[in-house]
């Protein structure tokens, strides 16, 4: 137990014994707390953590460092006593355990098992290996270094490469509680977004004028060029620097995420396969889309997927083809005006009829899988069958030479 001296004010006495109440308040008082330093007068603490300022940034598939470093009087104590500690901040008082070290003994949780090790370069050295980095691994991370009653923590963000995309399901606009926004971003291959992200969108020139949840709960939407039915011309609930005048990202705050209801802002990143157009001898209702898509070692894409291909992988192509979703649309790269227009983006023709409408279709294939029908193939119906007067069911499919 740290004593304190005969010299310290009576103020510096009572400093001391609310820290020792701290450290021994139950477990559960402490979830969420701000760590506390210990430092005696006249002493500078035996225990000092850095981390990287700012943020460090990577794309999901990678491999990324989670930097921290600690100063340790380790003449004096050793290292075999110090506990490193890596905790995930999921909301302002509550954090998800990723990693802890103890000498020897070292142990990830949940999903970062497998995937989080020590770096180890060195005495002093915390930082935290991070492989196959994932969606849900963007966030902010506490390393905590601790040494009986002396502790110090600080934070790492870790910011993803990606892209942020507007989502509505099948029922309209504005049919999402907050829980479920979530699910139809994960539904789509995305999380929701962070209001960091979408600025950043929004700086990119991400222009959506209806309002969706967000990862913290707050409903947003950027616009890029005002106009009055998005906000109007005037700065009001504009993070515009210049009070609105050239656009902002309108904030409606934080809402009921149980009874209101919104759209959702999607955040995907890098993708580990391809997403290909393929068109089939003659365009297919939605029915047929992930029959095609199968037939080629494929299953049909999701908004998100057609989303990181358009901006990660460079995707452009001018025909509309069916998603997972049952929505249909295409990604532009260098806009043309028969493609949609001047800006280029992922167009959508909303949801269509089902059985009526006939697309192409957007397959994605996971890295790895083969293509089962190579260039120089396509689908229909053999024999005397077909868009002639025969059977279209495309049960009846079988692959064509071209």
């Not at 004593?3 to 021994?24: F, I, N, Q």
């Not at 998603?323 to 806009?335: E, Q």
Request: with cysteine.
């Amino acid at each position: 137990m740290v004593c304190a001296r005969a010299a310290l004010g009576p103020g510096a006495l009572w400093a001391a014994a609310w820290g020792v109440l701290l450290l021994t308040a139950p477990a559960g008082a402490q979830r969420g707390r701000k760590k506390v330093v210990h430092v005696l007068e006249g002493e500078s603490g035996s225990v000092v953590v850095q981390t990287a300022p700012g943020q460090v940034v990577s794309h999901r598939g990678g491999t990324i460092v989670l930097p921290c470093r600690y100063h340790y009087e380790a003449a004096a104590h050793g290292h075999d006593g110090v506990r490193l500690k890596w905790t995930k901040v999921v909301d302002p008082l509550a954090f998800t355990d990723v990693f802890v070290a103890l000498g020897p003994q070292h142990r990830a949780f949940g999903s970062y098992r497998g995937r989080a090790e020590l770096q180890g370069d060195g005495p002093g050295d915390a930082s935290l290996v991070l492989r196959n980095v994932t969606l849900q691994d963007y966030g902010r991370y506490e390393c905590e270094v601790t040494n009986e009653l002396e502790d110090d923590a600080g934070m790492v963000k870790l910011d993803l490469e990606g892209v942020v995309f507007p989502y509505h399901p099948r029922g309209g606009r504005y049919k999402l509680t907050f829980a479920e926004a979530q699910r139809a971003c994960a539904e789509q291959d995305g999380i929701l977004a962070s209001a960091e992200q979408l600025h950043a969108a929004w700086r990119d020139g991400l222009d959506w004028c209806n309002a969706g949840w967000l990862r913290d709960g707050s409903v947003q939407y950027p616009v890029s060029r005002p106009r009055e039915p998005c906000g109007g011309l005037g700065g009001t609930g504009s993070a515009g620097a210049d009070g609105g005048t050239n656009g902002g990202v309108r904030n409606y705050g934080y809402r009921h995420n149980a009874e209101e209801r919104y759209d959702a802002f999607c955040f995907t990143s890098n993708l580990p396969g391809r997403v290909f157009f393929l068109k089939p001898l003659r365009p297919v209702p939605f029915s047929g889309a992930a029959r095609a898509c199968a037939a080629r070692g494929a299953a049909v894409a999701k908004v998100g997927q057609l989303f990181a291909a358009w901006k990660l992988q460079l995707l452009d192509r001018c025909t509309a083809g069916w998603l997972a979703d049952g929505s249909a649309r295409y990604p532009i790269v260098n806009p043309r005006a028969r493609c949609g227009g001047r800006r280029p983006g992922v167009r959508s023709l909303g949801f269509p009829d089902a059985t009526r409408r006939l697309f192409g279709v957007y397959c994605y294939r996971a890295p790895g899988a083969p293509d089962p029908a190579p260039g120089g193939w396509g689908w229909g119906w053999a024999g005397g069958g077909g868009w002639a007067g025969g059977a279209r069911d495309p049960a009846a499919w079988t692959p064509l030479r071209v």
